[in-house]
């Protein structure tokens, strides 16, 4: 708990233990897959084995007649009830169960009902499939030519794998600069595909009452009113007679977003049973089939003067979408928010072109702590900071320093149109370098390297742009990005937040909870929040892309606001001035120039539901609500600085150090901040060195399941060195800024980086990602490979 | 098949089938959810309980494997109405964000902590190594337990107060 004092009340804002712990270290936290209902049934998918495949006949009767078995679901089955394909979050179409053909392998095929999760297991054997193979588009590299499979022959009319075209920036103002540059570069990155597996997969349970007409449904979801909508939508289902309940969450970070084939295949196998329906997908699915992230194959071009001042940057992207276009991202923006990659930096000019396009590979493509696509735009644009450091032959902190955004030029507006809030980047980025100790490192190096050893210091600045909306630019399928909450107070004193979004272990428990006591002068112990069940909450669109803080964080202190000037209407009813002639101090309504004559929150809200008389027009009661639609997105920005040696026997790298100085604005619970730093740098870690979903020739994922899906354990991990500057957002109620997302987006360049800078004595300017000890052997010798494709 | 395996100091009778893994005994069979399950491959440790003292991964144990034997998962880490410091001390430090690996980090924490009553931060992150945390980059779980370390195991400390 924080000691500090604020106006004569405890300070709501500080490091505080969290509520929900309590039931997470007794092991009573309550996930989708603890949840049990009477004569519940257990579900299970059978997916496909090949990439691309025609289904020529599906046979069920031998499942059928598994004595345990109560239902086998096809996609004919689904397509009697018109649900077989349903839409996706980018308008498209996505395949509940295939029809026609798989798309990829993994995809799903058929649903089996059946009274224990061991039963339907074994009913999945007893289906046969018999497909006729096609060739698989597996290299999105390929995907656009003329003799490429059409994956999305469903689609009347279509004739190649081309989804859309994005541009933004200005294509002819850029080429000035670039033609008019002292020094150009330009550099091939790949931002291999990546999964977000959080360490519970996905799964629902659907309880269908014949009689109400009432679907309840428990599942692992980010935004339980979106999908709420959505069944309404897809289903024809009536929307009040639907309740999506979003329980404990096992972690998301993106990858529980959308709604995916196995929770339609529970609520319909409910439907058809009578019966509640569990189905809780294995790690293998979850891999294989559930959202990945990335798979962005970039071009970067960087004009520059030769004194190193940044110019210009150029982008063009061939993104991979796999074979349903489901990224979940604002409408209007198919790259999603890929248009800050102008990075951190004053430019003249800036221009990106995007190219997305089917492959016979997994949906998704919007997940993993991105902040929509902001991972690979500062990975870009970082990395390629770098590329021209190198050319230059400048120290890449100081020409990072040179070019970053001044305090005074906020906000600012960006070629590509963003404009940034706030910001202090040179005095964060000189921290940084102050806490690892920059100079001595480059010493060090230079000595290291004379006797032979690769050592690298790598060095990140990013800044994200998060908190969708507002609504009027910002919406998904329809709904606007604006999240509400509902502020109950009880007469004595206690308070009920009812919020939209939903925590995956973000914390809103508490941090919320300090929301309204810093608002209202209250205990943040006497503020239960509640959050993830559609039929107690307000509407909203739910937790991803560091969304929550800076829209429903915002929503609850305007709602407390509210709370607040009606009890000061109470208040002066009780002390029997004007309103005003109260002034708040943080804990009461005082009457100004008597400080001793004031009333606290409890006891305006009991006399608020007592009898005394109030003015006329005021009905009593403190409660309010609130919908926030955010007037812009804040930005938060992170300095980072990494230390690594490489094995140049081996290629394996020893991550030494990685320091981390964010600026989130106002911090609300700087533990739970910490936290996610934490997290996110072990994220980035991961996906720098380890972490990459590959495919061989036919299609075949080669990142099915943890043994070859390597995540980072506490071994590759260093103890984190975290630094921390605040530069409030301005137009936030209370100056924060999101923050979920921002150690994954900052890290994985400083690691690359650094891996690159160790490799210097060997000519290397750049490596794709994940730099295996095998990538960075065959870097050495020349000979680098496609990380997406089997090594070959 | 019958088993019978003693769960945090209760004794269950149960028939099974011979395939039946210990985390779905656990989980299905006797409603002990706090033991999660989260990779089918050994490689998560999300299912870490003891079996005899020994922390094992229950995705790759069978029920009948434990028949005769005894099982402690994190429903049996309080004792007396009194949380463990390895408890105390996840909540201390915010060891944990989305609780999932929780209980599986929490078995290994105490029985690292039985053995080794003081360990180094390099010892907690080899004992953990085998689990994998997608929340807290390590860091806090780390905190954790040292702060756990620092803390008496209440059977020794029942006639003291643990202070936070």
């Given at each position: 708990m924080t000691a500090t004092e604020q106006h004569g009340a405890p300070a709501a804002f500080g490091p505080m233990r969290r509520k929900e712990d309590a039931r997470f270290v007794r092991g009573r936290g309550s996930y989708v897959d603890d949840i049990v209902l009477p004569g519940m049934l257990h579900g299970a998918v059978l997916r496909s084995p090949h990439a691309h495949a025609r289904i020529t006949s599906i046979d069920t009767a031998a499942a059928e007649a598994h004595p345990k078995v109560k239902a086998v679901i096809t996609g004919q089955t689904l397509a009697g009830l018109n649900l077989a394909w349903m839409p996706t979050l980018s308008n498209d179409t996505q395949a509940v169960l295939a029809t026609d053909k798989v798309r990829f392998q993994g995809q799903e095929v058929a649903f089996v009902v059946a009274e224990d999760r061991y039963s339907a297991r074994d009913a999945l054997e007893l289906i046969e499939v018999d497909y006729e193979a096609l060739p698989a588009v597996v290299d999105a590299r390929r995907a656009l030519d003329a003799d490429a499979p059409v994956i999305?022959?469903?689609?009347?009319?279509?004739?190649?794998?081309h989804i859309f075209d994005w541009e933004t920036g200005a294509a002819a103002r850029t080429e000035e600069v670039f033609r008019d540059a002292e020094v150009t570069v330009a550099e091939d990155i790949l931002y291999p595909r990546v999964h977000p597996a959080p360490l519970e997969t996905c799964g629902a349970v659907a309880d269908f009452d014949k009689v109400t007409g009432k679907l309840t449904v428990w599942e692992t979801t980010q935004a339980p009113h979106a999908h709420r909508t959505l069944y309404a939508i897809v289903a024809g289902l009536p929307e009040h007679k639907i309740r999506v309940i979003s329980p404990d969450i096992g972690g998301g970070f993106g990858g529980k977003v959308g709604i995916y084939p196995g929770y339609v295949c529970a609520v319909v196998g409910s439907i058809v049973t009578g019966k509640p329906v569990k189905w809780v997908e294995d790690r293998s699915e979850n891999l294989m089939s559930t959202a990945f992230a990335r798979d962005f194959h970039m071009r970067g071009e960087v004009a520059a003067s030769r004194d190193g001042r940044i110019r210009a940057v150029r982008v063009s992207v061939l993104a991979d979408h796999g074979a349903f276009n489901g990224t979940a991202q604002p409408t209007k923006y198919p790259a999603g928010?890929?248009?800050?990659?102008?990075?951190?930096y004053d430019l003249e000019a800036a221009d990106c072109k995007v190219t997305g396009v089917y492959t016979n590979k997994a949906p998704g493509g919007v997940a993993y702590a991105c902040s929509f696509r902001i991972t690979e735009a500062v990975y870009l644009v970082e990395r390629m900071v770098d590329v021209l450091a190198y050319r230059l032959g400048m120290d890449p902190a100081e020409l990072r320093m040179r070019n970053l955004l001044r305090p005074d030029q906020f906000p600012y507006s960006s070629q590509t149109g963003w404009v940034y809030d706030s910001g202090d980047y040179q005095r964060q980025l000189a921290l940084a370098m102050e806490l690892a100790g920059y100079q001595e490192l480059r010493a060090e190096q230079r000595e290291r390297r004379e006797r032979g050893e690769l050592m690298g210091i790598g060095v990140s600045f990013f800044t994200e742009a998060v908190g969708a909306g507002p609504r009027k630019h910002m919406d998904i399928l329809g709904l606007g990005m604006a999240d509400g909450a509902d502020l109950q107070m009880h007469p004595t004193g206690k308070a009920v937040l009812r919020i939209s979004v939903q925590t995956q272990g973000q914390g809103h428990e508490t941090t919320f909870a300090q929301i309204v006591a810093n608002e209202l002068?209250?205990?943040?112990?006497d503020v239960e929040v509640v959050h993830g069940d559609t039929d107690s909450t307000p509407f909203g669109l739910g937790t991803y892309g560091s969304r929550s803080t800076p829209v429903s964080g915002a929503a609850t202190a305007v709602v407390a606001r509210k709370v607040r000037e009606r009890a000061r209407i109470v208040a002066s009813a009780m002390l029997e001035v004007s309103p005003d002639d109260l002034e708040w101090d943080g804990a009461r309504w005082f009457v100004r120039g008597d400080p001793d004559q004031g009333k606290t929150i409890p006891e305006i809200a009991f006399a608020a539901h007592s009898s005394l008389e109030l003015p006329d027009g005021v009905e009593g009661h403190l409660d309010a609500q609130t919908v926030y639609n955010p007037p812009s997105l804040t930005y938060p920005s992170g300095a980072y600085i990494c230390v690594v040696e490489v094995d140049p026997g081996t290629g394996g790298v020893k991550l030494r150090r990685l320091v981390a100085v964010d600026d989130c604005g106002v911090r609300i619970n700087p533990m739970i901040v910490e936290g996610q730093v934490h997290g996110g740098l072990a994220d980035g870690v991961g996906m720098a060195l380890m972490q990459v979903i590959a495919f061989d020739s036919d299609g075949n994922c080669l990142g099915g399941s943890f043994m070859d899906y390597l995540l980072p354990t506490a071994m590759e991990c260093p103890s984190w060195e975290l630094g921390e500057t605040v530069t409030p957002s301005p137009h936030h109620p209370i100056g924060a800024k999101g923050v979920g997302e921002s150690a994954t987006v900052g890290s994985p360049p400083a690691v690359v980086n650094a891996v690159i800078d160790a490799l210097r004595p060997y000519g290397v300017r750049h490596a794709d990602m994940p730099l295996t000890p095998a990538q960075i052997w065959r870097t050495i010798q020349g000979r680098p490979f496609r990380t997406d494709l089997a090594i070959t | 098949m019958q088993v019978t395996v003693t769960v945090n100091d209760t004794e269950y009778t149960r028939e099974v089938e011979?395939?039946?893994l210990l985390i779905h005994f656990l989980r299905d069979e006797l409603g002990l959810t706090g033991s999660h399950w989260g990779c089918d491959t050994s490689n998560c440790g999300a299912c870490v309980v003891w079996l005899d003292g020994t922390p094992v991964k229950s995705c790759t144990v069978l029920a009948v494997m434990a028949d005769g034997r005894a099982v402690r998962t994190v429903e049996g880490l309080e004792r007396g109405g009194q949380l463990d410091p390895v408890q105390q001390g996840f909540m201390e430090c915010h060891g944990l964000q989305c609780g999932f690996c929780t209980p599986g980090m929490m078995m290994t924490a105490r029985w690292l902590l039985d053995r080794n009553p003081d360990p180094t931060e390099a010892e907690i992150r080899e004992a953990i190594s085998g689990q994998i945390c997608r929340c807290t980059g390590y860091e806090n779980i780390v905190r954790s337990v040292r702060w756990a370390a620092g803390h008496s195991a209440p059977e020794a400390t029942e006639a003291t107060e643990v202070t936070a």
């Open positions: 999305r022959d469903d689609v009347d009319g279509r004739t190649d794998n928010f890929f248009g800050v990659f102008t990075g951190s002068g209250i205990p943040a112990d | 011979p395939r039946l």
